[in-house]
Every structure is written in C-alpha cells, then in structure tokens.
C-alpha cells in the first residue's frame, strides 16, 4: 500500500507563498511518477505539476506556469510544490499522487494512489 501525506497548507494574502510537501516511501519514489492535483467545491479536479521518476521532466498547468516549481528530494524522499505569487483563484484542496511507470501525465485518470489533500487558501 502506498502512502502519501501532505503538509504545507494554510492561509496566504494573494502574492504570497506556500510550499507543499508530499513524504512518501522510499520505494514509491523508486518506483513512481508523481503530480500534485487540486480541486474547489464543484469543479472537477484539475492537474497542477508532475514530474518524472527521474525528476528530469516536469510539466505545469498553463494557470501555474512561471509561478509554481515541483521538485523532489530523494534524501528526505518528498515531493514539493512551491508556490510563488498566489492568487485568490489557487484557492483549493491540493492532492499529491502516483503513478507507475516512468513518465510525468497530466491526466488524473493515469494516477494509482492519492494523498488525502491539505488546504490552501489565498486571500485577496
């Protein structure tokens, strides 16, 4: 079974910063890509950052581009997301996840395993 636990959230004016952690296992960083995900009330989850098993290749949603990073750490086996210059419309729940296989993936669908969520909140 794997397991992913998010920390980081909280509550941030709008042009402040966040950054997200997700700790995994040392196997599932072996093993797996992994993405960060968000989802507001009502709308449907939406894709923010992934990046590959290697950590080589990342890939950003356009609403997030030039304003979050994704990295990992294979010491401390976490994934980060640092987010920079918030905006009130990156308020939600953000998820972290796996998938297997090399490649970084846009699409939840490819996604096996799900951390339980942590919040952030940006205030205008």
């Known amino acids: 079974q794997v397991q992913l636990v998010e920390s980081g959230g909280g509550l941030v004016q709008a042009g402040g910063s966040l950054r997200l952690a997700c700790a995994a296992s040392?196997?599932?960083?072996?093993?797996?890509?992994m993405g960060w995900f968000r989802q507001t009330p009502g709308k449907e989850r939406e894709f923010v950052a992934a990046?590959?098993?290697?950590?080589?290749?990342?890939l950003y949603a356009d609403a997030v581009k030039g304003r979050f990073t994704i990295s990992k750490d294979n010491v401390k086996i976490t994934m980060y997301l640092q987010m920079n210059s918030l905006k009130p419309e990156d308020t939600a729940v953000y998820y972290c996840?796996?998938?297997?296989?090399?490649?970084?993936?846009?699409?939840?669908?490819?996604?096996?395993?799900w951390g339980q969520g942590t919040q952030v909140t940006v205030s205008s």
């Open positions: 040392a196997r599932t960083f072996s093993r797996y890509t």
């Open positions: 996840a796996v998938k297997n296989g090399p490649y970084a993936s846009r699409q939840g669908h490819e996604y096996d395993y």
């Open positions: 990046i590959s098993r290697g950590g080589g290749t990342k």
